[in-house]
């Protein structure tokens, strides 16, 4: 099986930085998009940017210009470089691959939609 484990979260003053990663574990082979999504308390979970397997990315307006996201697909992982970072920022960041190819065994599987398990993101003096 797969699965994807965030680190990086925490407390951090307005305007200040935080990195989040994200790294895939398993015998993977291939990962397609990998993206990081956020949830504020009483919000509904939102896109922040995506990074397809060719290095195209996209962001939310809210973060065009504070955030970028990259990976290593060497490492089977996702960063997210988080600068700038307001009080409206805090939320549970989590990140997504939409495919992972692994194996297991003599045979290929893919895992669709694959989530981490979030990391607290707070933003606050």
């Known amino acids: 099986q797969v699965q994807l484990v965030e680190s990086g979260g925490g407390l951090v003053q307005p305007g200040g930085s935080l990195r989040l990663s994200c790294a895939a574990s398993?015998?993977?082979?291939?990962?397609?998009?990998m993206g990081w999504y956020r949830q504020a308390p009483e919000k509904l979970r939102e896109l922040v940017a995506v990074?397809?397997?060719?290095?195209?990315?996209n962001y939310a307006d809210s973060v065009k210009g504070r955030f970028t996201i990259s990976r290593d697909n060497a490492k089977n992982t996702v960063y997210l470089q988080m600068n700038s970072l307001k009080p409206e920022d805090t939320a549970v960041y989590s990140c997504?691959?939409?495919?992972?190819?692994?194996?297991?065994?003599?045979?290929?599987?893919?895992?669709?939609?694959?989530w981490g398990q979030g990391t607290q993101v707070t933003v606050s003096s």
């Open positions: 997504n691959a939409d495919r992972i190819g692994y194996r297991r065994g003599s045979y290929l599987y893919t895992s669709n939609n694959v």
């Open positions: 398993g015998n993977i082979f291939s990962i397609n998009a």
């Open positions: 990074i397809t397997g060719d290095g195209t990315t």
